[in-house]
């Protein structure tokens, strides 16, 4: 798809306003643990997503385990660290110590206490807020409570260094009121959204009041906005950023579920970045998995957004209810569907012409996506997750699939599928395990070609593990991949739905 060039118009709006009339409404009914994408400041390429943490040139991986048990306390959570190298990404059981990191609050300098019900590590983002050139860890843990107030939340920053993640030196942050049930943090972004001379902004999510803005000075991170949308009301759950209108600043997308469609579909808002802050721009349809990256390479981020089920118009009209995504270019205006602003993105469904699979009602295919380059050809790929897919039977055993980026846009030129039964991948798909509940695609070896991570959190009775998967000229591959769960990287395994939650 090319985009055509458009005037570009913006209004610009402080982001210190009023109190947000951004609605979340609280329940379940997201599949997978809210992650984050984390933008780079004036940064349009999806190899350039902030997450090295020691500043070597080499993309790191942080995943959040808020089911862990930490000193005995179910669920109190933990994060895992795990520093790129030449060959990559390993464990404590491959790669000399020091390569792989656990932090929790009980982890010596981190604020608080490990308690039980905290989930520590349940939405994770990577950012260099202080702008040292190191980036740094972004935790949320939406079951901490706040004095007498139960389930407040709150955000716990571990800042980078040439050494990794300084657990000596923090952050902590909280809403100004802390509210019951508000679970400040439960997800969390961060990225350069406006002019400030330091580093990025981080944002937090929480079920009460919407967004939180800080921003770091003087050692300190500071809330200085809280921006509103006036568009649907949403139980949000992701927020992802790009610099959609490449004008040097990121943008934030705020997606979830809406009472407006019966929570089937999704939405999305968007928020553009600019020297006075963010201020709420559009509606977008689709609010599942969320990611960005140039797929096209014209030098915008595009935006691509998950959907439960739906019409999928280029399969002719064809009903998708396994799931589908949606893809809005990037142009001077913004992500913009089809037919410009405003309008429904390019979807992609099972039934898309060249696509290889068997929809299903309960595939969730779009439950969960990341955007980067796979091939080292220049354009960003996609990475989709199916986690209730069935494989030879196995139901909601999970699988994944890889469309490719091209001039024109997604092609499912080169198509890839892969589950727990493709020869050369270890283990064997089981009913329930849910591969593909979490996706991240990330460059951990330095060669211009993003790897595959591949979540099942519910692998061995709930204890959950995490599948590599190497990338080449020609794609993913399934020969020399490699799975591991989270007792190899040092932490408690039991019941820990290990690759519940990774930054994207």
């Known amino acids: 798809m090319s985009i055509t060039t458009r005037t570009k118009r913006r209004t610009a709006g402080s982001a210190a306003v009023a109190a947000a009339s951004f609605l979340l409404l609280a329940g379940a009914g997201i599949l997978a643990a809210p992650t984050a994408f984390a933008g780079v400041p004036g940064g349009t390429s999806a190899a350039d997503r ?29 994060v895992t660290v795990q520093y790129g190298a030449p060959n990559g990404i390993g464990t404590n059981n491959t790669v000399p110590k020091g390569e792989v990191q656990v932090v929790s609050q009980s982890t010596k300098g981190v604020p ?13 983002a990577s950012g260099d807020l202080d702008g040292d050139g190191y980036d740094d860890a972004v935790i949320g843990t939406p079951g901490e409570d706040e004095g007498t107030v139960e389930d407040a939340g709150r955000v716990t920053v571990v800042y980078g260094s040439a050494k990794g993640l300084d657990t000596g030196r923090t952050g902590t942050v909280t809403a100004a009121k802390p509210a019951e049930g508000a679970r400040f943090g439960h997800s969390v972004a961060a990225a350069r959204f406006t002019g400030d001379i330091y580093g990025d902004q981080l944002v937090v999510l929480d079920q009460k009041v919407g967004l939180h803005v800080f921003t770091y000075h003087a050692g300190v991170l500071r809330q200085v906005g809280t921006p509103h949308s006036t568009g649907h009301s949403l139980q949000a759950g992701y927020l992802t950023t790009g610099d959609y209108d490449r004008d040097g600043f990121a943008d934030l997308v705020v997606s979830g579920y809406s009472p407006d469609d019966d929570y ?56 998708a209810p396994g799931g589908l995504v949606g893809v809005y270019y990037g142009g001077a205006e913004g992500p913009a569907g089809e037919e410009g602003p405003g309008t429904a993105p390019q979807w992609w469904s099972q039934n898309s012409p060249g696509m290889i699979g068997s929809p299903g009602v309960d595939d969730s295919w779009g439950n969960n996506v990341s955007v980067a380059d796979v091939d080292g050809d220049g354009y960003a790929d996609l990475a989709v997750g199916g986690p209730g897919e069935d494989a030879d039977g196995e139901q909601g055993a999970g699988a994944v699939s890889l469309l490719r980026g091209s001039r024109e846009g997604l092609t499912a030129t080169g198509f890839q599928h892969f589950d727990q039964n493709t020869a050369g991948i270890p283990g064997a798909a089981e009913a329930g395990d849910g591969w593909g509940t979490q996706v991240r695609l990330v460059d951990t070896d330095g060669d211009g070609r993003a790897e595959l991570v591949a979540a099942a959190p519910e692998e061995n009775a709930g204890d959950g593990a995490v599948w590599l998967l190497p990338a080449s000229g020609k794609g993913l591959l399934a020969e020399g991949s490699r799975s591991y769960g989270a007792a190899a990287l040092g932490g408690s395994g039991h019941g820990a739905h290990f690759g519940s939650v990774i930054d994207q």
């Open 264 to 319: 089937i579909k999704g939405w999305s808002a968007l928020y553009a970045g600019g020297e006075e802050g963010l201020s709420y721009g559009r509606d977008l349809h689709g609010g599942l998995g969320t990611a960005s990256g140039d797929i096209n390479g014209d030098g915008y981020d595009d935006l691509v957004v998950g959907q439960l089920s739906g019409v999928d118009e280029a399969a002719g009209d064809a009903e």
């Open 50 to 78: 902030n997450n090295d943490f020691n500043g070597d040139g080499y993309g790191d991986l942080l995943m959040g385990v808020p089911e862990g048990t930490v000193d005995g306390k179910e669920g109190a959570g933990y």
């Open 112 to 124: 608080g206490t490990s308690e039980t019900g905290d989930h520590f590590g349940q939405a994770v």
